[in-house]
């Protein structure tokens, strides 16, 4: 028998907790605590306590055309003919969850040989925090929007040290978990303003933090006026790298055709894709690259079986702009391929998928806020801080 | 012939393994394994860097001296993974250094069916405390100012926690201040709160105690101090001896009573600790009301059940409809009380669910505080033997007798009265 423990990082929220896989024969059989992660000390939540399961159930194991299982060879020549759509009537998803190296091959084979103008993340959010995890307990007054503690609750552990430093929680949002934690709650189904008292609040503060959610468009506005910094919350392990590509929120074109989806759907998290079914009807061509079955896989034209979060190693952005290695822990089923060596396989090789590190260095080329890192150092333990926008 | 109850210095004959203080404990966990008596040895080894204590299973006996060494900063508690993935050592024959509280933590296991005992090797090793990771760097940044990536050595010595490091111009240094000091700033600096009321320090319930205090002469700093507690302990020094594995000589008298002062001093700081930790958690219905408001924050993740050595059922209560309401966040006090109601009189304060509280309930210092009440009340000490717990059984006129003794026909009230 072999046990290991693989360091990597929750496959869950955008907090970007540290956790052990253990490895048993090959297989993440469970998660052990890593007590030396600088974002959680250890610390998970349910969904980081289930992290050697949350990729495994459901997995896509073969190419299937029209819902038959086919040879690579013909379902990456039949996924190809997407290409001969004209850029405008393509539209692209691409999943939040997946490594920025993954992520960034993707957009640059939307870009570059789909000629896609319409390239988005499904449930995406924007926006970049003025804040580092750490420094939210030296707040003296923090204002949250929406369940920001429920949502993330590792982030939302660091708020506690706000009050035991003497610091407030102000709350804005209906009746929550987040409500309850708060020295003052004003309850509200929907939020068009900032209360008077919170505003004075915040105003009268010496170091102010407001957290909302990154795809909560209506708490943005409203933070954007407020004289504190901002703490961007994405729900997704990489949210934040996927605004740092520029993709923003997914939406169908007038002219949409074909699509072209990468998704990435944990255990315990909701099925988001299933929102773009009623579009499906329309479209002449669909193809979807995933790891597990979605309704989506369901009744795509073309389906490529890709390897898992936990199955590649790379890079993943938490919402504080710590960029932190995900790191292979199991072996992918017998038939998967690495999401990156699948976009390779679709742009006949323009894009080469093995050295991970080569990727990195091409994305800090392309990306400002990456400029200067460097693959190797990300693998400390305290990982690397993307630059301001 | 060494007999339960031996005492010894004892180092490693080998020049590849260089452990702290003489590398006996790496020598023996060695010869464990190369003479067959072990399978593997789950031995904490150093992960990325000095702050990260990882667990690892070696079959090698030539990949022992990677485990030499201590790291103050491992917190973990490896008897709940031994029962997770390993089969409870039902299958395989292991050996494993532990702290106290893993000590602890393997009887409970054991007591409970979980583990078996008879398969496991329990090397104790003397524990002044541990100190979180994380909370190791900041201290160190913030009263130390010394980058903590600078740091390539720590120990807990003569009560003070004491870093080397590489200075600036790259001169080894070292520093110390007390632990004393550290822990009663407000930052929450030192040793976890757990370790700090901890009355564990020479695990005497494995099958060998080792550690440096008591070691002193021409030997200081050479050679650990081993005291024999158990007939398979004496087995395998007697066995590790013969083979030249180790070598050993009888311990300095006056390192014997050294030891002894060191043990006292520590078991004394832990009772003030207790005294003080329990004295601000207040008492009856302000205790009650305290640990009601903190426990508001749960967020019923289980990550507490998850980590308690003490948890093995495979239908937890705490997941039954009619007992807490399902997907309510917060969740009932039921929640909590349930944990209570099982875990408090075997609770063996590993700090775990505290340390791995998403939402920083103290957990570990709730429920340790009821484990001494009840161990006033019924005298069952967890960790220590193979004793069942209270709840194990119960002469039910005996019961009602001795809470009838009380006055009061309510436990609560026994626990919590004012």
């Known amino acids: 028998m072999e046990m290991e423990y693989v360091t990597t990082t929750c496959p869950y929220c955008g907090t970007g907790c540290g956790l052990n896989l253990i490895v048993v024969d090959g ?292 919402w504080e702009g710590r960029v932190q290695k995900v790191r292979a822990a199991s072996a992918a089923p017998e038939g998967v391929k690495c999401p990156c060596e699948i976009i390779c396989l679709l742009s006949d090789g323009t894009y080469a998928w093995e050295d991970k590190a080569a990727i990195f260095a091409d994305l800090a080329a392309a990306v400002p806020v990456y400029a200067g890192i460097v693959y190797e150092e990300i693998d400390r333990p305290d990982g690397a801080f993307i630059g301001e926008d | 012939m060494t007999v339960k109850g031996d005492m010894v210095y004892a180092w490693t004959t080998s020049c590849d393994i260089h452990g702290e203080c003489g590398g006996a404990v790496t020598a023996l966990l060695q010869y464990a394994l190369s003479s067959g008596m072990v399978d593997a040895v789950l031995a904490v080894c150093r992960g990325a860097d000095l702050y990260d204590a990882k667990l690892e299973l070696i079959t090698d006996p030539a990949q022992m001296p990677k485990s030499a060494g201590s790291l103050h900063c491992g917190t973990l508690l490896s008897a709940k993974m031994v029962k997770k993935y390993l089969g409870g050592a039902r299958e395989m024959k292991i050996a494993v250094p532990v702290k106290g509280c893993d000590a602890m933590a393997f009887y409970e296991l054991a007591k409970r069916q979980q583990i078996n005992l008879d398969n496991v090797i329990l090397i104790g090793l003397n524990c002044g405390g541990t100190v979180s990771p994380m909370v190791a760097r900041e201290m160190i940044a913030d009263k130390y100012a010394v980058h903590p990536d600078a740091v390539f050595k720590e120990e807990i010595d003569k009560g003070q926690f004491i870093i080397e490091y590489t200075d600036e111009g790259g001169a080894h240094q070292h520093k110390g201040i007390s632990i004393e000091v550290l822990e009663e700033g407000p930052e929450g600096y030192g040793r976890r709160q757990n370790c700090q009321r901890c009355k564990c320090k020479v695990p005497r319930q494995a099958d060998l105690a080792c550690g440096n205090w008591g070691v002193i002469g021409e030997k200081a700093g050479k050679a650990t101090f081993v005291e024999v507690c158990s007939e398979k302990g004496a087995a395998l020094l007697d066995a590790a001896v013969s083979a030249g594995a180790v070598a050993v000589c009888a311990p300095e008298p006056k390192g014997l009573e050294i030891r002894g002062k060191v043990e006292s001093a520590m078991l004394k700081l832990g009772d003030k600790n207790r005294a003080h930790q ?141």
């Open chain 1, 27 to 318: 297989k993440a059989v469970g998660v052990a605590p890593y007590h030396r992660s600088p974002v959680g000390s250890g610390k998970l939540c349910t969904r980081g306590l289930h992290a050697a399961k949350a990729l495994s159930e459901w997995r896509l194991e073969m190419p299937l055309v029209k819902g038959e299982p086919v040879t690579w060879d013909a379902a990456i020549a039949e996924a190809k003919k997407l290409a001969a759509y004209p850029g405008d009537e393509i539209a692209v998803a691409i999943s939040s969850r997946l490594t920025n190296e993954a992520m960034f091959l993707a957009v640059g084979y939307a870009r570059n040989v789909l000629g896609a103008a319409n390239i988005g993340v499904v449930s995406g959010g924007c926006g970049a925090s003025a804040v580092k995890i750490a420094d939210l307990a030296k707040a003296d007054v923090v204002l949250m929007i929406g369940d920001v503690m429920k949502s993330l609750p590792v982030t939302g552990n660091k708020l506690y040290r706000v009050q035991a430093n003497g610091g407030r929680l102000l709350y804005l949002g209906p009746e929550s978990y987040t409500a309850v934690q708060a020295d003052t709650a004003v309850i509200v189904d929907e939020y068009t303003e900032i209360p008077a008292e919170f505003s004075e609040a915040v105003a009268a503060a010496a170091n102010s933090v407001v957290l909302y959610l990154a795809g909560d468009a209506a708490a943005a506005a409203l933070a954007a006026a407020l004289p504190a910094k901002t703490a961007v919350l994405y729900e997704t392990n990489n949210g934040r790298g996927a605004a740092a590509l520029g993709l923003g929120r997914f939406a169908f074109g007038e002219k949409t055709k074909a699509l072209f989806v990468i998704t990435e759907t944990p255990e315990r998290e909701e099925d988001i894709y299933a929102d773009l079914m009623p579009y499906l009807e329309k479209l002449e061509m669909v193809v979807a690259i995933g790891s597990n079955a979605t309704y989506l896989s369901d009744s795509a034209t073309v389906v490529l079986p890709s390897a898992a979060l936990n199955e590649y190693p790379g890079t993943v952005t938490s």
């Open chain 2, 278 to 418: 329990f004295g601000e958690l207040g008492e009856g219905r302000e205790r009650l009301e305290r640990i009601m408001r903190l426990s508001s924050r749960c967020i019923a993740c289980r990550a507490c059940i998850e980590n308690c050595p003490i948890c093995y059922c495979v239908e937890c209560s705490t997941a039954k409809p009619h007992l807490v309401r399902p997907g309510q966040v917060p969740p009932d006090f039921m929640f909590h009380l349930i944990r209570f109601a099982h875990i408090a009189d075997s609770c063996i304060n590993c700090g775990q669910c505290q340390e791995l509280c998403p939402m920083d309930i103290p957990n570990a210092l709730f429920m340790h505080a009821q484990q001494v009440e009840l161990e006033k009340m019924f005298g069952h000490r967890p960790g220590y033997d193979m004793t069942m717990p209270v709840l194990a059984f119960a002469e039910e006129m005996d019961e009602r007798a001795r809470l009838s003794a009380t006055g009061s026909d309510m436990i609560f009230d026994n626990v919590f009265n004012e």
